[in-house]
């Protein structure tokens, strides 16, 4: 759907998780081999992922001031079973987040989530305020004000809807 260059790091991977699902059409890339396979995913993971899925989407409708799309488990709810290690070299003191190997899509989302936070770059992946899309996207703009995945679609037909309303109510 969008034309943009994939989010930094692991948002990437967020952003490619929330992206499995496309509202318009109801195509939804998990009810494929290839898909769960993308993930590491069974399919009796499926349900837990979706919801995280669908609580990532609102957590990045948020990053846009938007209200949620559904009524989801609060994200920080999700994280928090999410098992991470800091993990610290001694040869020079370096220390990340290292994901637990129980639920390790969850625990790789936390570590992109907290990775993302140290980096100051979370907030701007969101999620496009078109109803019938609200894919994932990164915000590269100066000023953080994106507000759709694509100027070319989503933003066209945002703008083509004021337009025909103003046009409307002028002759009223």
Partial sequence: MSERSPAPGGLALIESLVNTLDLETGADALDT??????????QDALPDVRDLRESLRAALLAHAGHPPHREVTPLGELLAAAPLFVAVDT???SARLTPGTEGPLLSRIAAAVAESLVAGTWTRLKACEAVTC???????SPAGRG????MSVCGARAKMRRYRA???AKDQ
């Fill in 166 to 168: 103003k046009d409307l």
């Fill in 91 to 93: 040869r020079d003191g």
């Fill in 147 to 150: 507000r759709w995945c694509s």
């Fill in 33 to 42: 081999a290839d898909g769960r396979a993308r993930f590491g995913l069974t």
């Fill in 134 to 140: 609200h894919w994932a996207y990164y915000d590269r």
